[in-house]
């Protein structure tokens, strides 16, 4: 649900300098991971549960969505 391409767009341009590049998967998953814990405090909170229980989904998805994206030489 947060894990949205906006968000995965803007992850890019914020800690990818707006390219793949496979050095910079570490910064942009967290930078995902950050921004949704930010911004799904309320939602969380409302299906009784915390970030730490959707963590590592939300870093999945934003790895495999990153990894997809890479040219196919870089990985």
Known sequence: MFVTDGRLDQGL??????RFNPRFIGPFVNWIANDVEKESKV???????????????????????????LPKDKH
């Open 43 to 69: 939602e969380l909170a409302k299906a009784n549960l915390t970030f730490g229980q959707v963590k590592s989904q939300v870093i999945n998805k934003a790895r495999t969505w990153y990894m997809a994206q």
């Open 13 to 18: 341009r914020e800690a990818s300098e707006g």
